[in-house]
T-cell receptor, first 114, second 115 residues
Framework: GQSLEQPSEVTAVEGAIVQINCTYQTSGFYGLSWYQQHDGGAPTFLSYNGLDGLEETGRFSSFLSRSDSYGYLLLQELQMKDSASYFCAVRDSPLNTNAGKSTFGDGTTLTVKP | GAVVSQHPSRVICKSGTSVKIECRSLDFQATTMFWYRQFPKQSLMLMATSNEGSKATYEQGVEKDKFLINHASLTLSTLTVTSAHPEDSSFYIC???????????FGPGTRLTVT
């Protein structure tokens, strides 16, 4: 099975940098994804790491260390609109295969204050 | 980017009735779609994987006779909650993998309230 741990809540101020960690225990591992979900809305894809290292997409970066079963999402130059829940998700095979599916962490609620 | 729609966005039904939720991929074909359920302030729990032209794969603990899934075409999957009860009230979200293997596109979700 799969289990993921991430902090339940994080608070930061506008303009700051925040890191949301995710550790996982899995029976199989293909990649780690991050999703953002605003209250009442659907999740939206942020980033994906299939290999070790850092992936950067604008203000958001994501890191993976497969040997440590650990990853993080880094949000820079925080804005009020970044207040949302952030989920890490692990899959054990490609999504477009019959076995591909994602297991989500419990989510981290990020509150950005002025 | 790819768009997935869901209908209805909200539904209120009486206990014992059935509700059908549609999930459509609007600008791409999806041989696979995923159905999730999310309770307030909780994570997304995968219920089942919908496969076009074949039976859905249900996760452990999900009653296949209660949550009927039909993936009749490459752009439409439906989830029918049969004999709904108040404990079935939840946010139901579908998703479909993109053309790459990196991401999945989520529908806007359906909020079901059973009274």
């Amino acid at each position: 099975g799969q289990s993921l741990e991430q902090p339940s809540e994080v608070t930061a101020v506008e303009g700051a940098i925040v890191q949301i960690n995710c550790t996982y225990q899995t029976s199989g591992f293909y990649g780690l994804s991050w999703y953002q979900q605003h209250d009442g809305g659907a999740p939206t894809f942020l980033s994906y790491n299939g290999l070790d290292g850092l992936e950067e997409t604008g203000r958001f970066s994501s890191f993976l260390s497969r040997s440590d079963s650990y990853g993080y999402l880094l949000l820079q130059e925080l804005q009020m609109k970044d207040s949302a829940s952030y989920f890490c998700a692990v899959r054990d095979s490609p999504l477009n295969t019959n076995a591909g599916k994602s297991t989500f962490g419990d989510g981290t609620t990020l509150t950005v204050k002025p | 980017g790819a768009v997935v729609s869901q209908h209805p966005s909200r539904v209120i039904c009486k206990s014992g009735t059935s509700v059908k939720i549609e999930c459509r991929s609007l600008d791409f074909q999806a041989t696979t779609m995923f159905w999730y359920r999310q309770f307030p302030k909780q994570s997304l729990m995968l219920m089942a994987t919908s496969n076009e032209g074949s039976k859905a794969t249900y996760e452990q603990g999900v009653e296949k006779d209660k949550f009927l899934i039909n993936h009749a075409s490459l752009t439409l999957s439906t989830l029918t909650v049969t004999s709904a009860h108040p404990e079935d009230s939840s946010f139901y979200i579908c998703s479909a993998p993109g053309q790459g293997v990196d991401e999945q596109y989520f529908g806007p979700g359906t909020r079901l309230t059973v009274t």
